[in-house]
C-alpha cells in the first residue's frame, strides 16, 4: 500500500511537580515494555521520549522538539501521574498531528501512599483543559488503565492515528460531473475542506486530452504485460491490455503532476455512458488495480465514497472497494444456500456488487471481460474492461462518510460478512450478510438518505472507524442495531 501514511508515535510522559516523577519515569518505561512485548512487529514504530518527564512548559517544549526531530507524527500524551494541565495540553495544541491522552491506573493495593498518581483524577482536569482550548485531541474509550491496557490503547491508536494524518495530507481528484440519474452521489464540498482535506475537480475533457497525449507511450507494453500476468487464464479481451495500460499510465501521471503540496491521492470519475464510446473501454479494471495498491478510485463521481475508501484502506492497511448495496437474496437461494448452514435470516443477507472495480487479490476467479449493463445500452465492443467475480468471503466491514446536501456530517458503520456462497450473478459480487440488516436498511440507509454505494473493509474495523468518525466531529453514526434495541423512528409494535 503505497498511498497510506506510515506512523510513527511519540510517547511522552507529564508529571505533576507534586508527585514523585519517578513515577511517570517508571511507569512510562513500564508501558513501552508492555507495548514490545505484546505488539513487537510495532515497537519500532514507538518512541519514549527520554528528554524529560513534562512538568512545565519549558519542558513542554523540549519534548515537542524531540517527537518531532525523531520523525513522529503522532502523539501519545501519558499522564503517570495526576499531570500538569496546562503543560499537558499544550502539548497536544503544539504537536502537528494527532495526539491520544492516556494515564496510568493504579499498580498495588500494597503501595497507595508513595506509590499513588491519581491520574485518574488529572485525566478529567486534562479534559476539561483541551476544552477550554478548544484543542481537539483523541481520549480512548478506556483511558486510564495499567500498562498492559495501555499498551492496547496505543495499538488501537495507530489505525485512528494513520486515518487522521492521512485526511490532514489528502487531494481527491475528480473528472467530470454525476451521470444523469446518480443525484444520489451529490458531493458537496464544504466540509471536504472541514475535515482537511483538498479536491481538484476536472472535466472529463481534460482526462481525455490528458490520455490521447499518452498514445504510444513507452511504458505502455510493461504495464500490458503485468495486466496480462495478473489475470492470468481470466484475461478474456487480451486486444485492450494496451488501452487499459495507457490509461492507467495517465491517471498515475496526472497525480503526479497534480497532486501538488499534498502527500496522498485518492481519484473519483465518471465512469459512463460517454466515456465507453470516446475512450473505447470501461475503467473498471483499472480501477481496480490502482485501489489495489491503496488509491482509490470511485465510480460515478461518488467523492464521499472515494473518500470513504481511502479512510478505510487507512484503517485497515489493506485493499477496500467501494460497492452498491445492490439486490436482495432469493428466497430459494436463501433455503438452498445459507438457512441452517449460517445463523442469518434472510433479511440479514443480500448481494453487493459493482461493475468490475474491485481489486482482483480479492475476488474468487478473477476475470476480465465486457459490462453486461453497460452493454444493454451501448455496443458491447465499447464496454470491455470490467473485472468480475465472486468476492472472497470472510469479515467485512460496510461503511461511509457523507455530507448531506446540507452540509451536515453523517456516516455509518456496520460488520458482517462476506457468506462463502456462490452468487450465480455477474459483476464484482458477493453474499453479504450483517446481523439485522433488514431494520438497519430501513432505519439507517434509507431514512438518513444514504446513497446506494457503501464503502467495503475486509475486516472487522468497526472499532476504528467508530472512532475515527467521532473524532471527525460526526454526531450521526449509524450502526446496525440489535434486536431489541430499538431505532428511533423504529414502530415497536412491529
Known amino acids: 500500500m503505497t498511498n497510506i501514511p506510515e506512523v510513527k508515535i511519540g510517547v511522552v510522559a507529564v508529571s505533576r511537580d507534586c508527585f514523585p516523577e519517578s513515577l511517570s519515569v517508571n511507569r512510562r518505561k513500564a508501558l513501552i515494555s508492555a507495548f514490545a512485548a505484546k505488539y513487537g512487529a510495532e515497537a519500532p514504530s514507538v518512541y519514549e521520549c527520554p528528554v524529560c518527564i513534562v512538568e512545565s512548559e519549558i519542558h513542554m517544549v523540549q519534548a515537542l522538539e524531540d517527537v518531532k526531530k525523531a520523525g513522529c507524527n503522532a502523539l501519545v500524551v501519558y499522564l503517570g501521574n495526576f499531570g500538569p494541565e496546562i503543560s499537558e495540553t499544550l502539548l497536544a495544541k503544539h504537536f502537528d498531528g494527532p495526539a491520544m491522552f492516556i494515564a496510568a491506573a493504579e499498580e498495588s493495593g500494597d503501595d497507595l501512599v508513595g506509590g499513588r498518581g491519581d491520574a485518574y ?8 483543559n483541551l476544552k477550554l482550548r478548544e484543542i481537539k485531541a483523541y481520549i480512548p474509550e478506556n483511558p486510564v488503565g495499567d500498562a498492559q491496557d495501555c499498551a492496547d490503547r496505543i495499538h488501537e491508536f495507530f489505525p485512528i492515528a494513520r486515518a487522521l494524518i492521512g485526511l490532514q495530507n489528502l487531494k481527491i481528484i475528480s473528472f467530470g460531473p454525476r451521470p444523469l440519474n446518480f443525484l444520489a452521489c451529490n458531493a458537496p464540498i464544504k466540509r471536504l475542506y472541514d475535515l482537511g482535506v483538498e479536491i481538484e475537480e476536472n472535466s472529463e475533457l481534460d482526462l481525455f ?6 498514445a504510444g507511450d513507452k511504458r505502455v507494453p510493461a504495464i500490458a504485460k503485468e495486466m496480462a500476468e495478473e489475470l492470468g487464464e481470466g484475461n478474456k479481451k487480451p486486444e485492450i491490455l494496451e488501452k487499459l495500460a495507457q490509461y492507467e499510465i495517465t491517471l498515475l501521471d496526472w497525480v503526479e503532476e497534480h497532486k501538488g503540496y499534498r502527500k496522498y491521492v485518492a481519484l473519483t470519475s465518471k465512469c459512463w455512458p460517454a466515456f465507453q464510446t470516446q475512450f473505447g473501454f470501461v475503467p473498471c479494471y483499472v480501477n481496480s488495480r490502482l485501489t489495489g495498491r491503496g488509491i482509490p478510485v470511485s465510480c460515478e463521481v461518488d467523492i464521499w465514497g472515494t473518500l ?13 472497494t467501494l460497492l452498491d448495496i445492490n439486490n436482495t437474496v432469493p428466497k430459494d437461494m436463501y433455503k438452498s444456500d445459507i438457512e ?31 459490462q453486461m ?24 466491514t460496510f461503511f461511509r462518510l457523507q455530507s448531506t446536501a446540507d452540509c451536515i456530517l453523517r456516516a455509518y458503520v456496520a460488520q458482517g460478512e462476506v457468506l462463502p456462497v456462490p452468487t450465480r450473478s455477474f459483476g464484482g459480487v458477493g453474499v453479504f450478510a450483517i446481523p ?29 472507524l467508530f472512532e475515527v468518525f467521532k473524532f471527525l466531529g460526526v454526531e450521526d453514526i449509524g450502526f446496525n442495531q440489535p434486536k431489541g434495541m430499538l431505532y428511533k423512528s423504529e414502530n415497536p409494535f412491529c
Do not use: W
Not at 483524577?121 to 476539561?128: E, I, K, V
Not at 474468487?364 to 465486457?370: E, S
Not at 436498511?441 to 474495523?461: M, S
Open 121 to 128: 483524577c488529572g485525566m478529567l482536569n486534562a479534559s476539561y
Open 209 to 214: 486530452e490528458a490520455f490521447h497525449k499518452h
Open 308 to 320: 470513504s475508501e481511502f479512510i478505510g484502506a487507512c484503517v485497515s492497511s489493506d485493499i477496500v
Open 340 to 370: 441452517g448452514k449460517f445463523p442469518y435470516s434472510l433479511t440479514d443477507t443480500f448481494m453487493g456488487f459493482h461493475c468490475g472495480n474491485t481489486c482482483s487479490k480479492k475476488l474468487c476467479k478473477p476475470t476480465m471481460k465486457y
Open 373 to 396: 449493463i453497460m452493454a444493454r445500452s451501448l455496443p458491447e465492443e465499447v464496454t470491455q474492461g470490467t473485472l468480475e467475480g465472486d468476492i472472497q468471503p470472510g469479515d467485512i
Open 436 to 464: 439485522e440488516m433488514g431494520r438497519f436498511y430501513r432505519h439507517v440507509l434509507i431514512e438518513k438518505n444514504y446513497p446506494h454505494h457503501g464503502a467495503v473493509a475486509f475486516g472487522h474495523y468497526g472499532k476504528a
